[in-house]
């Protein structure tokens, strides 16, 4: 039997050009798989730059924020040891009878007694009716005025804590 050499010569050309055809998809599909991994890493170092700058700003805020919230702290604990300071004084003036509570009578409640009103050190004009307050009561007022304070200065404080947290910056 006499072998067709134009038929497996025939077959030889068009194996080598199929082998070379793959070859050739190869590298061609090859340089486009690395063009692509070079632009997913390029995408990926963006997004994290982009990500790492983003956090940065989040923590430059947040430190903002808790300086202000320190500084306004402050404020308030200094509002609040300036207050008890002069409650204290004004305590101590009490108890050492330095100074006198006194409460203003309207003319008509003081049912029919008369009460002496207070007068300035140079004058004898009587002025509005007076009545002076036990030292007791008056340190109970104190008190009283004490613990309001406390609690206007607590509220300043929590009110704006609320708004430094709540306002955007």
Known sequence: MAVPWKTIGALVLVFAGAGGAWQLQDWRYG???AEQARQHTETLNQLTLAAATA????????????QRLSASEQTHYKELSD?????DRLRDRLATSDLRLSVLLDAGSAGGCSVPATTSAGSVVHGPVRAELDPAHAQR????T????????????CQEYAKEVSTPK
């Open 83 to 87: 207050a008890q300071k002069n409650q």
């Open 146 to 157: 004490n613990d309001g304070d406390r609690g206007l200065i607590a509220l300043a404080a």
């Open 31 to 33: 340089k486009q798989l």
């Open 55 to 66: 956090r940065q700003a989040e923590q430059d805020k947040r430190l903002a924020l808790e």
């Open 141 to 144: 007022i104190i008190g009283v």
